[in-house]
Structures are given as C-alpha cells and as structure tokens.
C-alpha cells in the first residue's frame, strides 16, 4: 500500500537528516464553477530548508458534502528551490484514491487523478525545500496546485449482484451454443 511506502519514507527521512522544513496543513474550500465541477487553488510556502510532508485537505460547500465525484490535482508552478517527491490523495472514508508510482521527482506540471472519491479529500506531499540534507537555513519556496472535483461523471460500481447476473447469462448463452453444436453434429452425422 503506498500510504504504508510514505510514512516508511517519512520515518527514514526524519532518522536521516536533521533539517526539516515546516510542515504546512491547509483546508482549502472549493467553489462551484457550474451546477456539476468544482474547484480551488492552493499554495503552499516554505521559510526554512528541509524535507517536509503537507497536508491539504479539499471540502465542499455544505449543500454538496456527500457527493461522490471524479478529481484531479494539478501542480502548476514552483518558485525557489523546492523539489516534490511523493503526492498521495485519500478520500474521507481512508481509502488511497491516487498517488505517484514511485519515489522521483514530481513533475511540473503534473496532474494526479481519481475516480469516485468521497469528499473531504486530502492531498499528502512529501518533498523537500532547498538542500534536504543540509543545516537548516532561511529561504522562501513556493509550489502550487488546483483541484478540480466533478460530479457530473461518475462512473458507476456494479454490484456483486451485477457480476452474479452477468456470468449466469454467459453461463446460458454457452449451453445454448453447446446444444446447437451438439444438435448439428448429429445431424450431419445422420445425412
């Protein structure tokens, strides 16, 4: 699991180095762009160098805070030395909806994305300002982001029930194919 992959790089980091920056938690209010999508903008400023791990949390206005919906995040823009490495998204109910592959580097821009999350959704990321291991020094760096939430189109889970129906139909539609195959055999067999 990659929340599991995270905390064991935050664990490591924090036993290798003795410079960490300021972690940063944000909430961060979306807006209705229309009747459907929704979306904010986020920054996120680091004064000290070091590694950190940020949390942003994304909500909906009150008449939509159970709405399911599909989502990206996108970061835009970097200012100062400030490198992202790790980018994980949860939904409200703790599932991991989407994070990057590995441990590199995140490029800018990039986009992370998911489908079906449940709001509030919180952004974790892991990264580093300036030197990550070096003494603790005093600079600004800056990385930005949105995040866009539609709930127009969700794409729908098909029940257990569903998957049962499906195969039965396949089920009926073999030995509808088997018995023909057997009717025909036997009758060219008596031709």
Known sequence: MKIKSLALAVTLAFAASGA?????????????????????NFSVTHLESGI????????????????????????????????????TLTSANGDELAATDSFTNIAIPSTLSFMNGLL????????????????VTELTTVYRGSFTYDTAAVAA???PETYAL?????AGLGYVARR???????????A
């Open 20 to 40: 960490l920056a300021d972690d940063q938690s944000l909430t961060v209010d979306l807006v209705p762009v229309d009747a459907d999508t929704f979306t904010a």
């Open 52 to 87: 950190f791990v940020d949390s942003i949390v994304f909500r909906l206005p009150p008449p939509f805070l159970s709405t399911v919906g599909n989502g990206a995040v996108s970061f835009t823009s970097v200012s100062g030395p400030v490198e992202l490495v790790v980018a």
């Open 166 to 170: 499906m195969l039965a139909g396949l």
């Open 180 to 190: 023909r195959k057997a009717k025909a055999r036997a009758e060219e067999a008596l």
């Open 157 to 159: 889970i098909p029940e």
């Open 120 to 135: 509030p959704i919180s952004l974790t990321v892991l990264g580093f300002a300036g030197d990550a291991f070096a003494e």
